[in-house]
Structures are given as structure tokens and as C-alpha cells.
């Protein structure tokens, strides 16, 4: 059975830091990714690592900000996120997918999220 579960939301100030973490079980991936879901708005890419590979990408609004890493011995892949933002304010998904993507649609196995909240 595939398990993505997340940890390491709540809530922070604006220009204070979290680090979620995601722990992966019953398969592997070939990336790993974390993406977000704003209320009313659509599920956004944030940030993946391929699992085999150093490939990492950010969207625009995180770079520089947000670091995605992955720790082999436990199975977890992790998002620091610091400088926080009001508008960093989301439920916090990890997902994981056998290819290399920043597309949601390509992502076949989603955690249930961890809430961020960020306040001004």
C-alpha cells in the first residue's frame, strides 16, 4: 500500500519558517514533489527532487526561499521554507510520480496535506 504522509505545518509569522516533511512508503518514485492548494484557487506546483537524481525545480515564487531535499535513510523527502509570506498561506501536498515532472496530472500518489498558515 502506497503512503505519502505529510508533517510539520501550522502557523507562523510573516518572515518566519517551517520545514514540512513527507514519508514515503510502499513504493519508489522517481520524483518527489510539493505542491499547494490556496483557498479557491487551483493546485500549485511549489517545489520537486528527483529521488535517484540532483535534479530540483522551484516555481518563481518560491526560489530562493524554499529548499527541497531528501533524506535517503528515512524514506522522506522535506521543504524548508523560510522567509514566509502571507500568501505562502495553503494545505500543503506531497506527491511522488514515476517520472521526472512539475505537473500535477503526472503525479499518481498524493499525501493529504498539511496546512500552512502564514500571518501578516
Known amino acids: 500500500q502506497v503512503q505519502l504522509v505529510e508533517s510539520g505545518g501550522g502557523l507562523v509569522q510573516a518572515g518566519g519558517s517551517l520545514r514540512l516533511s513527507c514519508a514515503a512508503s510502499?513504493?519508489?518514485?522517481?520524483?518527489m514533489g510539493w505542491f499547494r492548494q490556496a483557498p479557491g484557487k487551483e493546485r500549485e506546483f511549489v517545489a520537486a527532487?528527483?529521488?535517484?537524481?540532483?535534479?530540483?525545480a522551484y516555481a518563481d515564487s518560491v526560489k530562493g526561499r524554499f529548499a527541497i531535499s531528501r533524506d535517503s535513510a528515512k524514506n522522506t523527502v522535506n521543504l524548508q521554507m523560510n522567509s514566509l509570506k502571507p500568501e505562502d498561506t495553503a494545505v500543503y501536498y506531497c506527491?511522488?510520480?514515476?517520472?521526472?515532472?512539475?505537473?500535477?496530472?503526472?503525479?499518481?500518489?498524493w499525501g493529504q496535506g498539511t496546512q500552512v498558515t502564514v500571518s501578516s
Open positions: 510502499g513504493r519508489t518514485f522517481n520524483t
Open positions: 527532487r528527483g529521488w535517484r537524481s540532483s535534479m530540483t
Open positions: 506527491a511522488g510520480t514515476r517520472t521526472w515532472s512539475t505537473s500535477p496530472p503526472n503525479f499518481d500518489s
